[in-house]
């Protein structure tokens, strides 16, 4: 199936991270132009960006930073000339610790935490749905997690904050339909196998293995072909909804 993302140019936030490799390189493998964003891993990066070639660009990003945002759009246009496809992939995660009341957790660090992950997706949603209205066509993708749903303790800010996008992505949709083929989704993840989190999935996997209606964990790559989908030409209908994968 030809999934029309040859020639498209497509941001994927986060990219050094192990679901963001494999969202890059399902991207890039359909003929799309990759954007790859990274924090504090630029060599992590740049090596994906030589595996892709010549159709990948490596970029500093900061999720809280809107100057960041600013800069990082500035760089894909000045590159391709055009966005045609967001995907909120990076997270600032807030390590969960049950054994702790959520009111124990410093103001600063629960505040920074939400602000970053909420923040950070609707500012680069922001900036590049100008772009997207005047081509009439774009996707915005939205990670999420099970967390927003089915809640854990010691999670309740980052639950909140996966939470905010769901309704975030709701109604964007429903304002973008209006100028164009633009829509908007979120993937929900639950525990997902990646290049770089062996050691959570070999001390955790059995037990949310056992939550999933398919029995075991979703891989990255698996993760990254519901996506391809979503954000391509072959979707022209879904929109403003919340994909589960791995059958939590």
Known sequence: MDLGLNGRTVIVTGASGGIGRELARAFAAE????????????????????????RALAVPYRMEDPDSARALVDAVLGWTGRIDVLVNNAVRWLPPDPAASFEAVPDAAWQDMLRANVEGAVRLSRLVAPVMRERRWGRLIHLSSTLARDGMAGAEYYGAAKAALHGFSRSAASSLGRDGDILSNVVMLGLTRTETNVHVTEAEGDHFAALSA???LATAAEVAATVVFLASAANTAITGEVIVTGGA
């Not at 964003?37 to 070639?53: N, V």
Request: aromatic share 4%; hydrophobic share 35%; glycine share 12%.
């Open 31 to 54: 003929g799309a132009h990759v954007a790859l964003t990274y924090h504090r891993s630029p060599e992590t990066a740049e090596l994906l960006a030589k595996e892709i070639g010549e």
């Open 214 to 216: 398919l029995g075991r």
